[in-house]
C-alpha cells in the first residue's frame, strides 16, 4: 500500500495535481519528489505538478493545463459504471 501525501488528489481519474514551493528546490526534497513520482506512477497515477509562481501568477494557465491532462485522460479510460439500482 502507498502511504503518501499528495497536495490535490482525484480518486476516480487517479490524477494528482501538486504545488512545489521553494523547498522543492532542495536537493534531498526533489530525490523524494521523484521517488514519490516514481512509485505513485507505477500504481496508475498521472501527476502534473506546478510551482507556487504558476499558481499565484499564471492561474490561467494552470487551469488550461489541468483540463487538457482531465481531458487527455477521460479519452483513455472507460467511463465508470453506473452504480447499482436503488443506491441513490
Not at 523524494?32 to 510551482?51: H, M, N, Q, V, Y
Amino acid at each position: 500500500m502507498l502511504q503518501y501525501i499528495a497536495d490535490f488528489l482525484c480518486k476516480e481519474l487517479k490524477l494528482i495535481i501538486e504545488v512545489d514551493g521553494i523547498t522543492h528546490l532542495n536537493v534531498e526534497t526533489s530525490k523524494k519528489d521523484k521517488r514519490k513520482a516514481c512509485a505513485l506512477e507505477s500504481a496508475g497515477f498521472t501527476i502534473i505538478r506546478f510551482t507556487d509562481e504558476d499558481v499565484l501568477k499564471n492561474m490561467s494557465g494552470v487551469i488550461q493545463r489541468i483540463v487538457r491532462v482531465v481531458d487527455m485522460i477521460g479519452r483513455s479510460s472507460p467511463p465508470p459504471a453506473p452504480p447499482p439500482a436503488g443506491d441513490m
